[in-house]
């Protein structure tokens, strides 16, 4: 079950965009964070179900942030959302532990299939 997800981008306007492709109904708590070290330290405070991780952003990367998370915890669940489209970057990321790479902009139906995957690898 799903009860807790954290968004780690540092654009807002990119964070409040995957938030509002999330459902409203399923009560969720959400977390945010603006960069990839920031994301790490708010990953080991809250241990969220789900994260959210963008890929470029300043301080640490997001596929920098996504090493450190599962060597934290390795059973974490990191959903990486992204615009680039480079297939090395992708590969790299999945190759690192990623659970899924989706691709920016979000849409419902997206971050839907997404929790849905989650939901059903956390049962």
Partial sequence: MITKILIVD????SRRMLKS?????MGYEFHEAGDGLEGFNQ????VPDVTF????MP?????ASLQEILKFDPLAVVIV?????QAKSLANVLDIGAFMVLKKPPTKE??????AKAAEHLR
């Avoid at 492709?21 to 109904?25: A, V």
């Avoid at 990953?43 to 809250?46: D, I």
């Avoid at 959302?81 to 489209?85: F, G, K, L, N, Q």
């Fill in 43 to 46: 990953y080991k405070a809250l």
């Fill in 110 to 115: 997206g971050i839907a299939e997404a929790l």
């Fill in 81 to 85: 959302s992204t615009a680039d489209v």
């Fill in 59 to 63: 301080v640490m990367d997001g596929a």
């Fill in 10 to 13: 540092d654009s807002p306007i």
């Fill in 53 to 56: 991780m963008d890929l470029t």
């Fill in 21 to 25: 492709c999330i459902p409203k109904d």
